[in-house]
């Protein structure tokens, strides 16, 4: 279709099609990403026996949703959103199937290893909220994207609670009773797949090229090592991806580590799960709201909103001892947090940067904030192991210090960010 063919009308029907598939995968998908959160780190330290190891959990799936960005974000580059996303999902997929075959072989390297590939759903996940922006008005980016991100509350939430349904499916099948949620996993990733390759048409990305072309005319297609030239190059954009970063790393290291810290306190599993359920509803429940916040208080106040959440979080949680109900508090700040911080920051990675590079930035991006999860995962395992769960939440909370300093020091350059290619 010619870039001509394209009316108002015709891009906003494509652009409320696009947020609603999107946000139908995000319900489906998040059943198994939940199941992943509040259980991996759980059926490692029961198949290797070791509380450090345990924090191998949530680094294998951010280091792999790192290892995987690139390559997903350039597969969107040049065969658009629709085949990215459906594959991403089909290969966490498959990640959750070796993980239920390591816990079956009582191996932790399988296990590690299927966790690493089930990295892939938050890879997908991550990308899946930009592409709710390639047809939004600028005026309206935090809100579409903050609606792919809120429909993700279904299924995380519920997911975490499935952990007795899991057991019974577990036992019907012979497998471990920790193993059963990523039974679950696989079939809520291989749904989700067929959906995004059959419901996301047209493509917002190719729709997004068509209509927004450089303002200086053509140019070749963007690769993505061209994304660190633009980061370096626009102050926006890299501002957006070092709180995006940052935020997943504070979040990552305290919520790894929860889940072990309120077991050796005696905590139950439908303790255990009802946390991190409220957790992921802090993190996704109100991100219309945050959203909002983006698009009519400004990105740079939303982001300090925030870093201060967050680091109020890592206060509650780090003093709560053996108290679940302060636990609970502090895991749903945490949440709270990371929604504002990551909402903000990506809507500014989305709104600084023109169609063409996006996915290249976008990628970066992504890569950047796995990177950072996995040393947040990997920091809490060794900080816990020598320390304690209490002086981990003092060390992640310097987390929020870089995006803090670029915040206050380019806010006249955020505010005004909306100017594309900034």
């Known amino acids: 279709m010619t870039t001509t063919s394209w009316s108002p009308e015709h891009v906003a029907a494509v652009q409320r099609r696009t947020v609603g598939v999107l946000s139908s995968a995000q319900v489906i998908g998040g059943l198994g990403a939940g199941a992943a959160l509040s259980i991996g780190a759980l059926l490692v330290k029961e198949v290797s026996g070791s509380a450090a190891v345990a924090g191998l959990a949530t680094t294998m799936l951010t280091l792999g949703a790192a290892v995987l960005a690139l390559p997903l974000a350039g597969l969107a580059s040049v065969r658009g959103r629709r085949t990215s996303l459906a594959t991403g999902w089909l290969v966490a997929a498959i990640g959750a199937v070796v993980v239920v075959a390591g816990a079956v072989a009582d191996s932790t390297w399988i296990l590690l290893a299927g966790l690493f590939v089930v990295g892939a759903n938050s890879a997908t996940n991550f990308q899946s909220r930009y592409a709710a922006t390639d047809l939004a008005e600028p005026m309206h980016v935090g809100r579409a994207l903050s609606l792919v991100v809120w429909s993700t509350t279904i299924g995380s939430v519920i997911g975490p609670n499935l952990t007795g349904l899991g057991a019974q499916a577990a036992g019907a099948l012979g497998i471990p009773d920790l193993a059963g949620p990523f039974v679950f996993a ?3 990733f291989a749904l989700t797949a067929i959906l995004m390759a059959v419901a996301l048409t047209p493509d917002p990305l ?21 994304a660190w030239p633009l980061l370096r190059s626009n102050a926006a954009a890299r501002t957006g991806v070092v709180t995006v970063a940052g935020a997943h790393a504070l979040m990552v290291a305290v919520m790894a580590m929860t889940p072990v810290h309120m077991e050796d306190h005696g905590s139950s599993l439908t303790i255990i799960g009802l946390t991190i359920s409220l957790h992921i509803a802090g993190m996704f429940a109100l991100a219309p709201v945050m959203g909002l916040l983006t698009d009519r208080w400004g990105r740079g106040r939303t982001i300090i909103l925030g870093q201060a959440t967050l680091l109020l979080a890592a206060l509650v949680a780090g003093t709560a001892g053996e108290s679940e109900p302060q636990m609970m508090v502090g895991l749903v700040l945490l949440g709270l947090g990371w929604s504002a911080s990551t909402i903000a920051g990506s809507s500014l990675v989305a709104q600084s940067v023109l169609p063409a590079s996006r996915p290249a930035v976008q990628g970066a991006s992504d890569l950047l904030m796995s990177l950072a999860g996995a040393f947040g995962g990997l920091l809490a395992g060794v900080v816990v192991n020598v320390w304690g769960f209490g002086p981990l939440n003092v060390v992640a909370a310097f987390l929020t210090v870089p995006a803090i300093r670029m915040v206050v020091a380019r806010r006249h350059r955020i505010i005004g960010a909306g100017r594309l290619g900034r």
């Open 206 to 226: 190719h729709v997004a090229k068509e209509i927004r072309p450089a303002a200086d005319g053509p140019r070749p297609r963007s690769r993505m090592s061209d």
């Open 186 to 188: 696989a079939v809520g």
